[in-house]
């Protein structure tokens, strides 16, 4: 039987998505690196900070797109802080399509994240895309991403534009 047939039996015995979303409960997070390691160390920094209150279980998969530097290293420092939830990838063939192709292959979470290697994480970030998805059904979430410019705003950002 094509898995097509078994999810269309499956619709009709029973309400599918309440079904896939009590069901979805681990977030794989990927994040394509290429040569900005102090960056994602920040970035990973702030994933210690997700307040998760027991209700989501998720892994992080950094993808270092042939960076050439300590990236690899900054990686595994970190990596026992997180209790076997974060991992390196090397994708050595260039782009960030191929980084998250090849972190997408061995994702094991019924939602997969994106997040780029200078964003810092809210605390209830991952906790809310659990949350989102179980209210409503969905195939897509996009967030709000809010810019920090440590070393001043560029010249060409308008921050009076709506988007920010």
Request: contains cysteine; negative net charge.
């Amino acid at each position: 039987m094509l898995v097509s047939e078994v999810l269309r039996e499956f619709q009709k015995e029973t309400n599918f998505y309440q079904y896939i979303l009590t069901n979805m409960n681990k977030i794989s997070v990927i994040i394509p690196t290429y040569k900005r390691p102090q960056d994602l160390q920040n970035t990973l920094k702030s994933f210690n900070d997700q307040k998760l209150d027991g209700l989501v279980d998720y892994e992080i998969i950094v993808v270092d797109n042939n960076s050439g530097d300590n990236t690899k290293e900054v990686v595994e420092s970190i990596i026992p802080q997180f209790n076997g939830r974060l991992q390196y990838l090397f994708e050595g063939s260039p782009g960030r399509s191929s980084a998250i192709n090849a972190a997408t292959k061995i994702s094991t979470g019924d939602i997969i994240a994106y997040t780029d290697d200078d964003c810092l994480i809210e605390e209830n970030w991952l906790k809310n895309i659990l949350r989102i998805f179980s209210e409503r059904k969905l195939d897509l979430l996009c967030g709000k991403t809010i810019p920090v410019f440590p070393d001043g705003k560029p010249d060409w950002i308008d921050l009076s534009n709506k988007i920010f």
